[in-house]
Every structure is written in structure tokens, then in C-alpha cells.
């Protein structure tokens, strides 16, 4: 990896630019909006806490494999190319296996994309419902679709596709 240290890789992904929520429209929404503008900060730990406790459970890899980052493009272009087309640092996420960013492009306060990238090279990705707008929706992953093309025509030939 091209960073000195994990800590380095890690302290760099907390320093990217959070994926920004996009101001809801109907009013029922704008209580989660500013519940979550507080909380966000919070979430990793509370997140982790509950992993721990077993409150909560998560393991292995979500689903939809996209493929690899492309032969010769280091982990930190190819996130840093996510981030200028429109992605942002996804902190109110899970942590999958090997998992080293989380990203999300936010179409509007219900709906994103979120993006996984991992340190074997592997990329995963879909479409589904913001956690901010629909928590319980969002973890029971209700709504949650294979949106591939998105992703093929936003990272280009950054991205080798998997075969399925």
C-alpha cells in the first residue's frame, strides 16, 4: 500500500471530505436532517459499541461486487477521483472485512450510492436508501439495487469490472 503506516491510510480517510446530505424538501424530513447533522460524529463509536456489546451484528463483505481498481492506479487516485466526481466520505456506515473507505454520492436525502473500496483493490457498490432518511429501511437493506452502469460510467477505466 502506499502509505507509511495503516494509521497514515486511516488518519487520510478521516481527513476526505464527508458526503454532504442534501437538504430534504418535506418537512417530516428535516427532523432526521438536523438529528443527524448533530449525531454523525458520534456514529462510528456508537456503531462500533454496539458491535462489540452484540447488540448489533455484522460480518464478512456486502454484496454487489463491481470489480477491481485498475491495474497501475494506487488506492489514494483512485479514491481521490471518487471524491472529484461528487463522492464524499460515508462515516454513518457499516465496516466490512477489509474495508478501507467508504464513500456515498448522495442523489437526494432518501436515496444514495454508496461505494466500498477495500485493500485487496476490491470494489463493491449499490443503490439504496440514506440512513439518515430511513434507518430501519437502510439496515434491514429494503430498496437496496445493483446499479453498476452508475458506477461504470462515473469511474471510468479506473475501475476493471468483474465478470458477474
Not at 481498481?69 to 454513518?92: K, L, Y
Request: proline share 5%.
Amino acid at each position: 500500500m502506499e502509505f507509511d503506516s495503516l494509521d497514515a491510510l486511516q488518519q487520510w480517510i478521516r481527513d476526505l471530505p464527508r458526503a454532504a446530505m442534501v437538504y430534504p424538501r418535506e418537512l417530516r424530513h428535516r427532523l432526521k436532517y438536523y438529528f443527524w447533522r448533530v449525531y454523525t460524529p458520534y456514529h462510528p463509536m456508537v456503531r462500533d459499541l454496539a458491535l462489540k456489546l452484540g447488540i448489533i451484528r455484522h460480518e464478512g463483505r456486502q454484496d454487489y461486487l463491481l470489480g477491481h481498481i485498475s491495474p497501475g492506479q494506487s488506492v489514494r487516485d483512485f479514491i481521490a477521483d471518487c471524491i472529484e466526481a461528487g463522492f464524499g466520505n460515508h462515516f454513518v456506515a457499516w465496516h466490512d472485512d477489509g474495508e478501507i473507505a467508504s464513500l456515498r454520492f448522495v442523489e437526494d436525502f432518501a436515496r444514495q450510492y454508496h461505494l466500498r473500496i477495500f485493500d485487496d483493490g476490491e470494489v463493491r457498490g449499490h443503490y439504496e436508501y440514506t440512513p439518515e432518511c430511513y434507518p430501519r429501511r437502510h439496515m434491514k437493506k429494503v430498496g437496496m439495487e445493483d446499479r453498476r452502469a452508475f458506477f461504470y460510467d462515473v469511474l471510468g477505466d479506473r475501475l476493471t469490472p468483474s465478470a458477474g
